[in-house]
């Protein structure tokens, strides 16, 4: 999950991916299959408790859910036709009772599981996935999650279990990108939307019981579940502990069996009694310029401050080296990782070139960074490595999110930016992630300022090209280029990709896996 979404306001604009995309590239894989069983009960009175790291910021409704917590509960209480395993992050059928069936380039039909029902014992019927995909479309309702499927022109019942739907254009993610819509129930949610947003009812294997903001989240098993990864437990509680020791306490005196965000230096003495593990991550620390300023307009300043950046010391003293120095767009573990181009290994002298040979003898400046607490420990390092380049003096402030891109960023009254960010909550494929912040107008147009740049149109074609490829190969080959031309560029690119350490009890739970974004899932999680 990610614990703030302030720092992309894109929730309220969609991508503008372009239309007239080809025939679609193979499905990677089948998606995971499931024959309908007879599952145990969960044994009286059996309980998981989990210790979260942020507090309730948003409601259940997963038109609107953006908050961390609330993400993290929407994964157990709703299901979409398709999800994404939050552990291994690949796709299985969750309402979807068999593989989508393509029609044609641009049609879809899809059939529903049999016997599902929502937590308030109505069977979950084709009217309700038709209703939860229009609402997420429908512009006037400026759904973040929109812009992720900008390609489906309507979706409609053809009969009491089959679903179609009719794409604007060929799309060869389709498959993965219905995990992106929950299937809500429509006379719910049409009696009241807020009343629906604080008590929200899916399908999931958990039910919604109770929130109290700062405190928990309490859940139930849903006994009429017949998916594929049913409760194991008969309640769940979710303690809300945003402070690091309280969380780490908590752990230690087994009053949860779970926590995330493991703080750093907390990692060695928790392993005494608990399992620990830091799982690589998309998530990033990224470098932002001002495009439109100079001398940041000229690409040798942006890649000398990145050459100019002892990274490792970051790595080192911030993260106890719980993160990796970018090596790409995206982290080494990702399936589609390949190694760009251009390296920018720590090099005082080559940073000192390239200024020199943009003409840049003198660069003052100020850093604006988000105030994250390891955020907030990585930025005077930053400094210092700067500050030691020849002719280089920059300052600091650390602002709020949503102080820094709605008071600077947004008005372009910025030079350079240090910010985190994580869309790989959402979806895990390539074109997501890139379209994230190299798609629209929102970042590269209005933060970053690029968007008029011949880089960023190629950038374009190639990620147009990459979803209309008849390959994986073929795909790989555009996406590749695209990266380079990124890394080379760098308007906005990371530093490092973190790990995310989470620490549970291994004698308590049975099938727990740490998570590579924000949060926990006990999906098909169990107590020995």
């Not at 280029?481 to 004698?507: F, G, M, Q």
């Amino acid at each position: 999950m990610v614990s703030h979404l302030e720092h992309n306001d894109s929730r309220r604009h969609f991508m503008k991916l372009v239309a007239g995309v080809g025939a679609g590239l193979a499905f990677s894989g089948s998606l995971g299959t499931f024959t309908s069983k007879a599952f145990a009960a969960p044994a009286v009175g059996s309980s998981i408790e989990a210790g979260i790291a942020y507090p309730i910021s948003t409601g259940f409704d997963p038109l609107t859910s953006s908050g961390a917590s609330s993400l993290a509960a929407d994964l157990h209480i709703f299901e979409g036709l398709v999800d994404l395993h939050p552990a291994t992050r690949k796709p299985y059928l969750a309402l979807a009772a068999k593989e989508p069936e393509q029609v044609d380039e641009v049609t879809y039909r899809i059939t529903l599981r049999d016997g599902a029902v929502f937590h308030d014992g109505k069977a979950v019927t084709t009217e309700d996935v038709v209703y939860s995909f229009e609402r997420v479309l429908d512009p006037a309702k400026a759904s973040l999650f929109a812009q992720f499927i900008p390609f489906i022109q309507s979706v409609k019942a053809v009969d009491d279990k089959v679903v179609e739907f009719k794409l604007k254009y060929p799309f060869a993610l389709f498959k993965e990108r219905l995990t992106i819509v929950k299937i809500v129930p429509k006379h719910i949610v049409e009696a009241g939307q807020a009343a629906f947003d604080a008590n929200p009812v899916g399908t999931g294997p958990y039910k919604f019981v109770s929130a109290t903001k700062d405190d928990r989240i309490v859940f139930a098993a849903n006994p009429a579940y017949n998916g594929v990864y049913p409760a194991t437990v008969e309640k769940m509680t979710w303690f809300l502990l945003s402070d690091d020791a309280a969380r780490v306490t908590a752990q230690e005196s087994n009053r949860v069996q779970a926590i995330e965000s493991v703080p750093y230096l907390d990692a060695e003495r928790l392993k005494r009694k608990s399992k620990v593990e830091a799982v690589q991550s998309f998530g990033l620390l990224f470098l932002m310029f001002n495009c439109e300023k100079a001398p940041f307009n000229n690409p040798k300043v942006r890649q000398a401050l990145h050459y100019g950046l002892d990274t490792q010391k970051l790595i080192d003293i911030v993260f106890l080296g719980n993160a990796k120095a970018a090596s790409s767009y995206v982290q080494d573990t990702h399936p589609n990782y390949v190694k760009a181009d251009s390296q920018y290994d720590y090099d005082k002298a080559k940073a000192e070139a390239l200024l020199a040979e943009a003409g840049v003898s003198e660069l003052k400046f100020e850093l604006l960074a988000t105030d994250h607490s390891w955020v907030k420990e990585c930025a005077p390092l930053i400094l210092e490595s700067w500050n030691a380049l020849k002719g280089v003096k920059v300052t600091l402030q650390h602002l709020q999110s949503g102080a820094l891109y709605g008071g600077h960023v947004d008005k372009g009254a910025y030079e350079v930016v240090v910010a985190p960010g994580d869309p790989s909550v959402f979806g895990n494929d390539l074109d997501l992630l890139l379209s994230w912040w190299y798609r629209g107008d929102v970042w590269p147009k209005r933060r970053f300022r690029w968007a008029d740049t011949p880089e960023y149109a190629k950038i374009q074609e190639l990620l147009d090209q990459a979803v209309r490829a008849k390959t994986p190969a073929d795909a790989q080959k555009a996406w590749n280029e695209a990266i380079n031309i990124i890394a080379k560029e760098v308007p906005l690119y990371p530093i490092v990709h973190r790990k995310l350490p989470t620490a549970w009890s291994d004698k308590s739970l049975d099938g727990f896996q740490p998570l590579p974004t924000t949060g926990l899932s006990f999906i098909g999680v169990g107590r020995k």
